[in-house]
């Protein structure tokens, strides 16, 4: 075996090593971006359903709960402590991964139904 022989295949081993580095570190890069997608579908979701339960919900004092698709949703609204007129709205919403989000929101009490 000649010394130039034994370059060689050190030189393809090292060029190897080097791929296999690199695809290791564009495997991990792809992984994080996948993550993070994930994690910004789930908020955009958390947003739109915190907003229309905010939304759909009369504004008078009490507590409001459920289930869908996953999600818990909780909300409680209760009169201001600086303005009686209004009434603050808190909705906390739990993901099927079990991230939580809160969204708040003041607007004017509605008078309880008859």
């Known amino acids: 075996m000649s010394s130039k022989a034994g370059f060689a295949s050190i030189d393809a081993l090292v060029a190897l ?3 296999a580095g690199g695809l290791a570190l564009a495997l991990g890069a ?6 993070a997608a994930l994690v910004a579908a789930e908020t955009r979701r958390a947003d ?4 229309y339960v905010l939304a759909a919900a009369p504004m008078t004092p009490g507590d409001d ?3 869908v698709d996953g999600w818990l949703w909780r909300l409680a609204i209760a009169k201001s402590s600086e303005e009686p007129a209004l009434c603050e709205a808190r909705a906390r ?6 991230r939580v989000f ?5 607007s004017p009490c509605q008078a309880p139904p008859p």
Not at 30 to 35: C, H
Not at 93 to 98: G, M
Not at 102 to 106: G, I, N, W, Y
């Open 48 to 51: 739109a359903l915190g907003r």
């Open 30 to 35: 792809a992984q994080g971006a996948r993550k």
């Open 17 to 19: 090593v080097l791929l």
């Open 102 to 106: 809160e969204l708040a929101t003041v």
């Open 93 to 98: 919403l739990t993901s099927p991964s079990r």
């Open 65 to 67: 709960g459920g289930r």
